[in-house]
């Protein structure tokens, strides 16, 4: 795994995100990652560390993470808290281990920038993910309802 750089596509990494979240799409769930434009990848990828996984010339998962990440007023998260986000498996490596790979270099990065806890937020309708994430160690503290996009509470999941 690496940074994320100038040389990388953008419509690539848009292309994979597209097809890791194609069947939370196709199960109604409304994930952005599911659609976003390639100018909407490189604003999100922007807000911090974007890392990426590659077998061969292919991109086949990324992360990306940010700490101290700004959160909205009232966000059930520690001050100082990290987050990550986009975090995506391409659909040919489910099953590898590479995304509890990526999930633990989210963390060590969060923990390397100097954060002590990382927050991450997803749609409470997508039990198959939350159940991803609960056999990982987190473990959700709070529902946000959030109208945008979804229409979905989201659980904010800590992690130590």
Not at 1 to 24: C, I, K, N, Q
């Amino acid at each position: 795994m690496r940074r994320f750089h100038d040389g990388d596509s953008v419509e690539e990494l848009t292309f994979l995100l597209h097809r890791a979240y194609a069947d939370h799409a196709a199960a109604g769930r409304v994930f952005f990652a599911s659609y976003q434009s390639p100018q909407d990848t490189r604003h999100r990828r922007s807000k911090g560390e974007c890392w990426v996984a590659t077998k061969g010339d292919d991109l086949v998962g990324t992360a990306t993470v940010s700490a101290p990440h700004t959160t909205p007023t009232g966000y059930p998260a520690p001050e100082g808290a990290g987050s990550f986000w986009l975090l995506a498996v391409d659909p040919s490596q489910r099953g590898s281990g590479l995304g509890y790979r990526l999930l633990t270099l989210a963390e060590a990065s969060i923990a390397t920038l100097g954060s002590s806890h990382a927050v991450i937020d997803t749609s409470a309708a997508a039990d198959d993910l939350l159940a991803w994430y609960r056999r990982r160690r987190p473990v959700p503290v709070a529902l946000v309802a959030r109208t945008r996009l979804t229409g979905h509470g989201r659980p904010a999941i800590p992690s130590a």
